[in-house]
């Protein structure tokens, strides 16, 4: 009796990850696993089109880790794991569970343990969604780089407005660039994002999608959003990437040497970036880039502070400085990409309404209590010409 | 005959005013003990840069140069030219590190590092593995968390750790009691190196190159040297050891690790509580105020002290004589991000045991800045003086 309630007991306390299958369907590749936890069962898939066959449990590693660790939950898996990962995991897991003591440190028990087989792949990837920081490390490294990973079903999700589009964009820069384009689909995030922040996780499903092409690329390449500068807990990071590497794959994270400014400024070189820059996710009246959204005011002030905003064919909606100053800078992050475009603005003296309405949004003046109305009220009529005409009249 | 036209004749001179230059370092017997010196030629003036310790091979020490010199070079904007031979691979990191410092403060400028040859140091087996150890939070926990892999400690005179250091010779007698208790060698090492270096570059900043040196000064002794963290990962900010950056001062024969970011400093506290020798050593204070061991009135014997309150350690730790004193808290200035964030980890760790109340309140006034706020602080700041026993105080002495 006793034994069975442990043993009862003990499984709940279990993640269990089956052993991936690997299976050809026409031109497509599905590699799936089943993910038991919480008295639930997740079905998880990766669909791209050509996959060696093989053990890829060090897929399904990267894939249940910090889930397990929210849910506090010992982590079976059903397959051949890499050690190298398991010493990288096993360092991953101090360093989220420093960020947030949420993320328990947790057992990961593989059924085996042996290196990666297959041979060292000879390509070189980097995940590729079109933006600022993707551009700069393809570019960067144009060289050395020979595919690029393009994931539906992380940020790039089925319900896109404009996905056509970009994925036709993203095929002619590739071919402009004369890189493979490589597509993955995946449905991860109907399991992760149930447990755990995509800020947090976006890391380690990234590092999924890129080991599941051991023994085909050697490395892949993670471009990073922010600079040495400003190294605050985040999915992916320069100290935890690499850490997903295993024997015959190594994972970069590239381009913490480059603030936002100094990326746009290198990319701002180059035609194809010019002519298919996408950095927004809101898609405000289906546009390609909204112009109008947080992400695109702030590529739009990076772009004319290196004198490059004319240049860009995708940002068609004018820079409205009532916009920049009502930009809500409530966490850091979104505070220092600011403070960047703002010291940079501040060099250029013919914008310097800009940097006052930037320095505005910084101060978050439009988001303080009743005192800030009247100023809030004049600026807004100040900038829509309103009150000028109507002092005219 | 002239052969160059008079045009480029202030460019050359430009250039040889922003030109550093090295002498290859040179090892002599200096008393009783070995001396590797250089000298560092920045415009017309001329530094010599020494570290002395007991026993060193007499081995090519330019790769010690090289870190003494990058972060002042990158401040003026030099180039380094170094007369003896560099590794390859300390190179490589230096010109990451060199990325990763411009983005930081871009007044550190990219610069060109010139070097006859290069060469890897011949394969030297039976090396050991070494700490940096100055007894305070950090080196205690890397000490004991790798107790077994550790060989030995190096303590540097010289650094925040300088010849006039109050309580000196207690420190030095107690490091060693330390060293031989957990039965690794001391090696110590001096150097002038900040009379050079503080003149170019804040020790903040500059302390990680000169960690680095010290470690490839040992080279000749060591595979790896372990540099104790000071943050964890919660908090990488620009600091001069970090890391991003310590492995990279690396050599194909000597590795830096930098250890420890994955425990907050409540964490590094709770683990050395629970060893005696730590209890009855521990040293954080660089005040010294009345020349005690640890004062007990500075910020960072304050943090400490309630680092061991909280993981209920108080009275285990033989070092804090002075009992805690909350006025003294209020009135930490939380000037930087880094004593706040220190400042906050003890809080919210004083919230969660829900024990002290005072010491709670005392933190959050520390951390709004209460007592540095204009006039409109003083009927509070003087309440809150009055209530906890300011007056009292001052009667008695």
């Not at chain 1, 820069?173 to 597509?183: D, E, R």
């Not at chain 1, 860009?312 to 009502?326: D, G, I, M, Q, Y």
Request: hydrophobic fraction near 40%; glycine fraction near 6%.
């Amino acid at each position: 009796m006793n034994i069975q309630a442990i043993s009862t007991n003990g499984k709940e306390k279990e993640m269990i990850a089956t052993k991936p299958i690997v299976h050809n369907e026409g031109n497509k590749t599905t590699a799936s696993f089943s993910v038991q936890a919480n008295g639930k069962s997740y079905d998880i898939w990766f669909r791209t089109q050509d996959l060696p066959n093989g053990d890829c449990s060090n897929v399904a590693l990267a894939a249940t880790l910090l889930p397990a660790m929210k849910l506090n939950l010992l982590l079976r898996l059903e397959g051949t794991v890499s050690p190298k990962l398991l010493e990288g995991v096993s360092k991953i897991q101090e360093i989220f569970n420093t960020w947030d003591e949420s993320y328990n440190l947790t057992k990961v028990i593989p059924e085996t343990v042996s290196p990666a087989k297959n041979e060292d792949g000879r390509g070189i990837a980097c995940f590729f969604s079109g933006g600022v920081d993707s551009f700069y490390t393809l570019l960067k490294n144009k060289e050395e780089i020979t595919h690029i990973i393009l994931v539906h079903g992380f940020d790039f999700r089925s319900d896109f407005k404009r996905k056509e589009e970009t994925v036709k964009n993203i095929s002619e820069i590739a071919s402009k660039l004369g890189k493979t384009l490589v597509q993955v689909e995946t449905n991860l995030r109907d399991f992760t994002d149930e447990y755990v922040s995509w800020g947090f996780c976006h890391g380690s499903a990234l590092a999924a999608v890129a080991l599941l092409f051991s023994g085909i690329f050697r490395k892949v390449l993670i471009s990073s959003s922010h600079s040495f500068r400003w190294l605050v807990p985040r999915g992916s990071h320069p100290v935890v990437d690499p850490l997903w590497s295993i024997e015959n794959l190594e994972l970069i994270h590239d381009g913490c040497e480059a603030t936002r400014v100094k990326k746009v400024a290198e990319i701002a070189k180059n035609d194809a970036a010019m002519s298919y820059l996408r950095v927004c996710w809101e898609n405000r009246e289906g546009a390609y880039n909204c112009g109008k959204c947080e992400k695109c005011l702030r590529t739009m002030i990076n772009l004319l502070a290196v004198g490059a905003l004319k240049k860009c064919k995708t940002f068609t909606h004018p820079l409205e400085l009532s916009r920049v100053a009502w930009i809500e800078a409530k966490d850091q992050s979104t505070k220092d990409f600011i403070l960047e475009n703002l010291e940079e603005v501040k060099k250029l003296s013919a914008h310097s309404e800009l940097a006052q309405a930037l320095q505005e949004s910084l101060d978050g003046l439009y988001y303080r209590g009743m005192w800030g109305w009247p100023r809030r009220a004049m600026n807004l009529l100040k900038r829509k010409g309103k009150f000028h005409h109507a002092l005219n009249a | 005959m002239r052969s160059m036209p008079d045009l480029q004749l202030p460019d050359r001179k430009e250039q040889e005013k922003n030109l550093i230059s090295v002498t290859k370092p040179e090892v002599r017997q200096r008393s009783r003990k070995i001396e590797v010196s250089f000298l560092i030629r920045v415009g017309t003036e001329t530094q010599e840069v020494w570290f002395r310790t007991d026993h060193l091979p007499y081995l090519d020490y330019t790769n010690v140069a090289l870190a003494t010199v990058l972060l002042p070079a990158m401040k003026l904007g030099s180039s380094v030219e170094l007369e003896g031979a560099l590794s390859p691979r300390l190179l490589e990191g230096v010109s990451k590190i060199q990325e990763i410092f411009y983005v930081w403060d871009k007044s550190f400028q990219p610069i060109e590092i010139k070097s006859k040859t290069f060469a890897v140091d011949e394969n030297k087996s039976d090396r050991k593995v070494a700490c940096f150890f100055s007894g305070g939070v950090d080196s205690f926990y890397t000490l004991l968390k790798n107790l077994d892999a550790i060989d030995s400690l190096v303590l540097i005179h010289g650094f925040d750790f300088k010849p006039d250091f109050p309580a000196r010779d207690e420190v030095v007698r107690n490091i060693k009691t330390i060293a031989s208790e957990f039965g690794k060698d001391l090696v110590e090492v001096e150097t002038n190196l900040r009379d050079f270096a503080d003149r170019f570059v804040g020790w903040g900043l500059y302390h990680g190159a000169a960690l680095a040196s010290v470690a490839l000064l040992l080279a000749g002794h060591f595979k790896e040297v372990f540099i104790p963290s000071s943050h964890s990962y919660r908090w990488l900010v620009p600091w001069g050891s970090h890391p991003l950056v310590d492995p990279l001062w690396g050599t194909e024969e000597l590795r830096i690790t930098h250890d420890g970011c994955e425990a907050t400093r409540v964490k590094k506290v709770g683990t050395i509580a629970k060893n005696d020798v730590a209890m009855s050593y521990l040293r954080v204070c660089w005040e010294n105020k009345d020349g005690a061991y640890n004062c007990g009135k500075c910020e960072k014997c304050l943090r400490t002290m309630i680092n061991l309150l909280v993981v209920n350690a108080s009275g285990k730790c033989k070092t804090f004589t002075r009992s805690l004193d909350l006025g003294l808290v209020s009135w930490i200035e939380a000037n930087d991000d880094s004593t706040r964030d220190f400042i906050l980890e003890n809080l919210n760790e004083v919230r969660k045991h829900k024990t002290n109340p005072e010491l709670e309140e005392a933190l959050v006034e520390c951390i709004e800045g209460l007592n540095y706020k204009g006039v409109w602080g003083w009927p509070r700041r003087t309440f809150n003086f009055v209530k906890r026993g300011g007056i009292r105080r001052a009667i008695n002495i």
